[in-house]
């Protein structure tokens, strides 16, 4: 089985700041992806970003980017030009092989971060 | 991009009768569902994984029984509470991924409350 740990509960950043959100994971799978999704308030889940484990160069979208350790099992988000429409709570997943092709996640606890103007 | 519908956006129920909610992918072929559950402030825990025309795979600790879930078409699913008591209080989530496409798309939650 599978586990994802966050283990900052609640973080805070100034607008305009850098922030980065830390998350391990643990497993015994060769295949899987790594995920960030943000739920705002509206409770929507977001995809943020993705990562393939059997890819060596960190994911990027925009202002968002991995720091993934794959020895280490480490997959932080760092969120550049804090933005107050971040503010969100962002979950670290971990994505298994469910079979046909598909996966399911299991997600952290979740990182509850506040944008502060 | 895709789009996942997820009907009623909230319900409340008496306990002891049972609700339905719908999981629609609007542009796309569902070949897989997700159904996760999600308690105030905390993670989304999976209950159960579904693929189109087969019968569901439970998580450990979710009784297949008391929510009863169907894939009949590739693009709707839909779970049922059966039953409902107060504990079954919660947010749930569906998120579905087509056949030819390894992301997954959520919808928008349902938040059930049994009084």
């Known amino acids: 089985a599978q586990t994802v740990t966050q283990s900052q509960p609640e973080m805070s950043v100034q607008e305009a700041e850098t922030v980065t959100l830390s998350c391990t994971y643990d497993?015994?799978?060769?295949?899987?992806?790594l995920f960030w999704y943000k739920q705002p308030p509206s409770r929507q889940m977001i995809l943020v970003i993705r990562?393939?484990?059997?890819?060596?160069q960190n994911a990027t979208e925009n202002r968002f980017s991995v720091n993934f350790q794959k020895a280490a099992k480490s997959f932080s988000l760092k969120i550049s030009d804090s933005q107050l429409g971040d503010t969100a709570m962002y979950f670290c997943?971990?994505?298994?092989?469910?079979?046909?092709?598909?996966?399911?996640?299991?997600f952290g606890k979740g990182t509850k971060l506040s944008v502060i103007p | 991009g895709a789009v996942v519908s997820q009907h009623p956006s909230r319900v409340i129920c008496k306990s002891g009768t049972s609700v339905k909610i719908e999981c629609r992918s609007l542009?796309?072929?569902?070949?897989?569902m997700f159904w996760y559950r999600q308690f105030p402030k905390q993670s989304l825990m999976l209950m159960a994984t579904?693929?189109?025309?087969?019968?569901?795979?439970?998580e450990q600790g979710v009784e297949k029984d008391k929510f009863l879930i169907n894939h009949a078409s590739l693009t709707l699913s839909t779970l049922t509470v059966t039953s409902a008591h107060p504990e079954d209080s919660s947010f749930y989530i569906c998120?579905?991924?087509?056949?030819?496409?390894?992301?997954?798309?959520f919808g928008s939650g349902t938040q059930l409350s049994v009084l």
């Open positions: 998120s579905a991924r087509g056949a030819t496409n390894e992301k997954l798309f």
């Open positions: 579904s693929n189109e025309g087969s019968k569901a795979t439970y």
């Open positions: 997943a971990f994505g298994a092989s469910a079979g046909a092709g598909s996966y399911q996640l299991t």
């Open positions: 990562q393939e484990a059997y890819k060596q």
């Open positions: 497993t015994s799978e060769s295949n899987y992806y």
């Open positions: 542009d796309f072929q569902a070949t897989t």
